[in-house]
């Protein structure tokens, strides 16, 4: 009884102990399964992660490539202006220096036609020629002035009676300035219009002959009453220059 009883405990712990190894070769293998899976799932994710990677950079690549294309392309399109501009400018170049020498020749021709029109113009006769006569001018009379310069016993005469050209508005002193230039006449005058007062004529001066001596003047005869500077003239009339050592004698009329 006891050896029957001892054999089912063996019985007993062999298929306890078989069941439990079984239950670890399941266990383990279910473990194992589960890391395959589970390495196989993280290599899936790499190989995800990868291939995105991959696409990036081909796309970056073909954005790289376009923009490369465009570039080039508007590069290209720039030359191509140049050339034409280039080419524009010089077919206008040579269009203008045809145009200039067309015009040249057709310049040369003309010339070169005139020239032959004139050659075989029949040369007129001496005879045949009608000269207009040139027309006589009507010229105005020339207004003059007698004009002398005297001294006296001092020098004698200085300027003889000679007739001077007046203007309208000529004063005695613009006559007196404009012959005694015209002689080479030495003429000292000091102030200007109503003040202008001859004080030397050919170097002869007032005071020269002593205290009373000096230059007077007479227009038509008359000693005149103001200044030579506003003292108007008239064509036609006499004026002459006096040298007097004694004013209080020649000095009145």
């Not at 294309?69 to 202006?81: G, M, P, Y």
């Not at 200039?100 to 029949?122: A, C, G, V």
């Not at 005071?207 to 003239?233: A, H, N």
């Amino acid at each position: 009884m006891r050896r029957f009883f001892f054999i089912i405990l063996i019985t007993l712990f062999t298929i306890i102990t078989t069941g439990c190894a079984k239950d670890e070769v399941v266990s383990q293998t279910n473990v194992s399964d589960h890391a395959t899976k589970r390495v196989e799932v993280v290599n899936h994710h790499q190989l995800a992660v990868g291939e995105k990677e991959h696409q990036e950079v081909e796309e970056e690549k073909e954005e790289q490539a376009e923009q490369e294309l465009s570039v080039r392309s508007e590069d290209i399109t720039e030359t191509n202006k140049d050339e034409s501009t280039a080419q524009s400018a010089k077919e206008n170049n040579s269009k203008s220096t045809k145009e200039d020498r067309n015009n040249t020749s057709s310049k040369q021709e003309s010339k070169k036609k005139n020239n032959s029109d004139l050659e075989d113009k029949p040369v007129e006769e001496k005879g045949s020629e009608t000269k207009e006569e040139p027309k006589e001018e009507v010229q105005k009379p020339k207004e003059t002035v007698t004009f002398s310069i005297t001294t006296g016993d001092v020098r004698g005469v200085i300027l003889s009676s000679t007739e001077v050209s007046v203007y309208e508005g000529d004063t005695v002193l613009d006559v007196t300035r404009r012959i005694t230039k015209e002689k080479g006449i030495q003429l000292s005058v000091r102030g200007s219009d109503a003040t202008a007062y001859v004080e030397g004529i050919d170097n002869l001066y007032e005071f020269d002959e002593g205290p009373l001596s000096g230059w007077l003047i007479r227009v038509d005869g008359v000693l005149i009453d103001r200044s030579t500077g506003i003292y108007p003239i008239e064509p036609g009339q006499t004026i002459k220059w006096i040298y007097t050592t004694n004013y209080l004698e020649d000095g009145f009329d």
